[in-house]
Nanobody, 127 residues
Framework: QVQLVESGGGLVQAGGSLTLSCVASGRAMREYGMAWFRQAPGKEREFVAAISRSGEISKYGDAVKGQFTISRDNTKNTINLQMNNLKFEDTAVYYC????????????????????WGQGTQVTVSS
């Protein structure tokens, strides 16, 4: 079983940028499809971005398309989420998620498709 640890959250002004990282340990991350979700207070956990095992294919939630970029480095067991032009409504706890994947090119976007989660990192955008 892989373990996930997120980092990089913090307080940023609207219009600013942050890069979140998620480091996997315990098993090679290259075997896993990976994703970021977020949860704002009082709201459901929301899909943000996901990336295939190979890193060739990624998908984004409608709210962040063109604003966020997901990437992975399997040699470092790390995925990143580059977040640009941050808005107040991006304020949330951001979670890294993983699931074993047979295919190198399939991307999973639904919360129930993931069975391993990190502890989350808080992102707060001040308006």
């Amino acid at each position: 079983q892989v373990q996930l640890v997120e980092s990089g959250g913090g307080l940023v002004q609207a219009g600013g940028s942050l890069t979140l990282s998620c480091v996997a340990s315990g098993r090679a991350m290259r075997e896993y499809g990976m994703a970021w979700f977020r949860q704002a207070p009082g709201k459901e956990r929301e899909f943000v971005a996901a990336i295939s095992r190979s890193g060739e294919i990624s998908k984004y939630g409608d709210a962040v398309k063109g604003q966020f970029t997901i990437s992975r480095d399997n040699t470092k067991n790390t995925i990143n989420l580059q977040m640009n032009n941050l808005k107040f409504e991006d304020t949330a706890v951001y979670y890294c998620a993983a699931r074993l994947a047979m295919s190198l090119r399939v991307v999973y976007t639904l919360r129930h498709e993931y069975n391993t989660w990190g502890q989350g990192t808080q992102v707060t955008v001040s308006s």
